[in-house]
């Protein structure tokens, strides 16, 4: 090679020439050589960069074009045969109802795991085989397509939704066929033969994902976020033998969020505003920890009814306990950071998002046939439970003239919440119930009188039913049970409570297509109740947090009983009436005055004189030396051992013209309307001793003009009912007078209020806040 090379060339780097001949010297080609680095280097790069995408676009082609219900992506794919891993990134579904999103994720199939056929079937606590992780997963749903096609149906519209394919009616005639053939007494089938014999547990962990509810139709949308979730699916024998198995999906959340956020492109304009802004919008939930436990059985056919009475007695006592319909519900367990915030905005928003995915048809619901056998059984209801397994707070939150008003509510350890929503409809409809119970309460308010309620427990028992015809009458229960409670009243809670009814209703005219009678069932019971009223001079309340200074009535009682209901069963009606009915045992009224007042010494005095002169003689040859001072400063005042209050209140309500009928005023007669408050009365020359007259009624007023004088409407009717037992004892001080009368400051001039922007919900409640005030 040395006498190839030129002297001249002092580089340390061959040429080419001279490789080329070094190559051929020893048998070797050079371009080879570059082909081979070349293609190395190009084959190691394209299976580092390009090799799982290109697998995932010929995975997305070959499976749309087999798959036409929806659209499938799938940015890369990649496996591993030897760890048995399959790894995906963007990978969605879209259909024209929802869509689900992965960012990126991989499952791994743990295959060297030995497998035993004779392992015990629908154990939780199987080994697991089959272990699934994903990052940034979402899942929205956004239309309801084959609920609205079915609309279109019912309505007679001509159908402009395309819904996917559906079976062939014969086909499913043979399978109905082929089940009502099945023996509920033949023998189970193989376990080995079943998918779940191999997999029995799957366990799913996600990073940050979302749950979402709209559209950009809706204002807001129902959003679930969480930023780690650990689920395991599996399945266990079935609540009762007559079913298969049940399926559980039980795990934990971090930091759940559940929001209503404003949609993105909104068709419409955003007039309502939250009355809270947290982060992206209004939130409705947040917890630190949830933990959730999803349950479901797998229904079993219904078994023929036995015949002959050996064979019933063979039937043991606890199959017969077992026979209960299979199960299906969640329980959801929240722990520390509990938040809960609602309140009439987030109602409307649930409305909206309620009338949207689940429209009403109208129509009357068919009565659920009971199922025969050898057909499969039927799941009766859904179940919700909701424990609180730590300190939590609620705020209901409202608005008034953009100002954000806030009832707060802390609420201990202990407190749950069930809901049992019914999957099947009988004769006379359906019956949903909620109920639960908070404990250690202590409400608060946004008022400057921030106190509001304290109680030990509250427990809560409703119950909606709701006939087979839309349009017919409902009936709602509520019961309420408070144990040791305490609430302090101000007249400011008046308006206060106002705020939030005018909040909370509709402001639109009464419609007759919409309208569906109903009627509220109020039973409230108090146990070892105080109800304390703030009774100062002219209504003025100290409201510093320490050393108040007010002047205090309390009435103390064992047990109180207030039952009443409220009507709306009658569309625009003339008249509204209410019964309430308050029943109270062993109850004392008591007045404390704070260490300023002039009177508190001498008031101290003649409770402590009068109750010397009441105790026997006795007592005082025993040794003792008198009676006692009133605790914390309140003296007695009144004693009732037994306390019967009825009264019935009947009132004409002033409803809420139409958008149409306003606009159709001309400016002279807006003018004339706001004019006539100041000018006087056309019968103020009328004799004195003369009748009134009534220009209006109540069904005339709520269609035309209002007057603008009080004295031309109908008058309302109170009846009060009072009955105290014989033995009830009053003691009249002084500064009991004064505080009776102060509770209430009255205004001597009144103005006539526009009830224009009332519902009818509203007027009623509205009423029965200015009658108990």
């Not at 806030?406 to 201990?412: D, L, M, R």
């Not at 309307?673 to 004195?688: D, F, G, T, V």
Request: aromatic share 12%; proline share 7%; with cysteine.
């Amino acid at each position: 090679m040395d006498g190839h090379v030129s002297k001249n060339n002092e580089s340390t780097f061959p040429s080419l020439e001279e490789l080329d001949v070094y190559l051929n010297l020893h048998n070797s080609n050079f371009i080879w050589l570059i082909v081979a680095t070349i293609l190395s280097c190009g084959w190691i790069i394209y299976l580092t960069y390009y090799n799982s995408r290109n697998i995932g676009l010929i995975l997305t082609l070959i499976i749309n074009r087999l798959y036409k219900d929806g659209y499938i992506h799938i940015g890369s794919f990649s496996f591993s045969v030897l760890s048995g891993k399959v790894m995906f990134r963007d990978v969605y579904y879209i259909n024209q109802d929802m869509s689900i999103r992965i960012q990126d994720g991989f499952f791994i199939f743990r295959w060297w795991k030995m497998y035993d056929p004779k392992q015990k079937q629908h154990d939780p606590k199987a080994e697991t085989r089959l272990s699934l992780t994903v990052n940034g997963f979402e899942f929205h749903v956004y239309n309801r397509t084959d609920l609205y096609a079915q609309l279109q149906e019912t309505f007679g519209l001509e159908p402009t939704l395309l819904t996917p394919k559906k079976d062939d009616p014969k086909g499913e005639e043979d399978r109905n066929e082929s089940i009502e053939s099945v023996n509920i007494k033949t023998e189970s089938p193989d376990p080995a033969s079943s998918w779940r014999s191999l997999i029995p547990v799957i366990k799913v962990n996600i990073s940050t994902g979302r749950l979402a509810f709209g559209n950009h139709h809706l204002p807001q949308t129902l959003c679930v976020n969480f930023e780690d979730a650990f689920l395991t699916y599996a399945t266990k024998p079935p609540s009762s033998h007559l079913d298969q198995f049940m399926h559980i999906v039980k795990g934990s959340l971090e930091n759940v969020r559940v929001m209503l956020v404003p949609s993105p492109r909104y068709l419409g304009m955003q007039n309502d505003e939250p009355p809270r802004l947290m982060g992206e919008g209004f939130v409705v939930m947040q917890s630190n920890d949830v933990d959730i436990y999803y349950y479901q059985d797998e229904p079993g056919l219904v078994p023929v009814e036995q015949e002959g009475g050996e064979e019933a007695e063979t039937s043991s006592e606890d199959d017969k306990l077992q026979d209960l319909p299979p199960c299906w519900g969640l329980d959801i367990v929240c722990g520390k950071g509990t938040d809960f915030n609602y309140g009439p905005w987030a109602d409307r928003q649930r409305d909206c998002l309620w009338k949207f995915f689940l429209p009403a048809d109208f129509q009357a619901m068919n009565v659920t046939e009971v199922a025969q056998p050898g057909k499969l059984r039927q799941i009766q209801a859904f179940e919700l439970r909701m424990n609180i397994i730590a300190d939590a707070t609620i705020d209901l939150l409202f608005t008034k003239n953009r100002e954000t008003n806030a009832i707060h509510v802390n609420v201990g350890a202990g407190s749950y919440l069930e809901v049992n929503i019914p999957m099947t409809v009988g004769e006379n409809g359906y019956s949903s119930t909620i109920k639960g119970q908070l404990l250690h309460v202590d409400t608060t308010s946004s008022m400057q009188y921030r106190t509001l309620l304290e109680a030990e427990m509250l427990a809560f028992h409703v119950i909606a039913t709701y006939p087979r015809i839309w349009n017919m009458p409902q009936s709602w229960q509520c019961e309420i049970e408070v144990y040791k409670a305490t609430y302090h009243f101000i007249y400011a809670q008046k308006n206060f409570f106002t705020d939030l009814i005018h909040d909370w209703a509709s402001d639109s005219a009464p419609d007759l297509y919409s309208f569906v009678p109903y009627s509220w069932k109020f039973k409230v019971l108090f146990h070892q109740f105080e109800m304390i009223w703030a009774a100062n001079q002219h209504n003025w309340i100290d409201c510093s947090t320490k050393q108040q200074e007010n002047v205090y009535l309390a009435a103390c009682g064992e047990t109180l009983n207030i039952d009443f209901t409220l009507p709306f069963n009658e569309f625009v009606p003339t008249t509204c009436h209410t019964r309430f009915s308050l029943r109270a045992e062993d109850t004392d009224m008591r007045l404390s005055l704070p260490e300023c007042h002039p009177s508190r010494c001498p008031l101290l005095t003649l409770a402590k004189d009068y109750q010397n002169i009441r105790l026997p003689p006795d007592m005082f040859m025993s040794g003792d030396q008198g009676a006692p001072l009133p605790k914390n400063g309140w003296v007695d005042c009144w004693n009732v051992p037994n306390f019967l209050l009825i009264i019935d209140y009947t009132w004409h309500p002033i409803y809420p013209q139409k958008a149409d009928e306003q606009l159709k005023q001309s400016f002279s007669e807006m003018e004339e309307s706001m004019l006539s408050a100041l000018r006087p009365p056309e019968h103020a020359s009328m004799p004195q001793n003369a009748p009134p007259r009534y220009t209006t009624t109540s069904a005339s007023a709520s269609h035309g003009r209002f007057p603008s004088d009080p004295s031309e409407l109908p008058p309302d009717r109170l009846h009060v009912e009072m009955e105290m037992s014989p033995d009830s004892q009053i003691i009249l001080y002084g500064p009991l007078l004064r505080a009776l009368i102060a509770i209430k400051v009255w205004k001597h001039h009144q103005k006539l209020q526009d009830l224009q922007d009332f519902s009818v919900t509203d007027i009623v409640l509205k009423s029965l806040l200015n009658f108990f005030f």
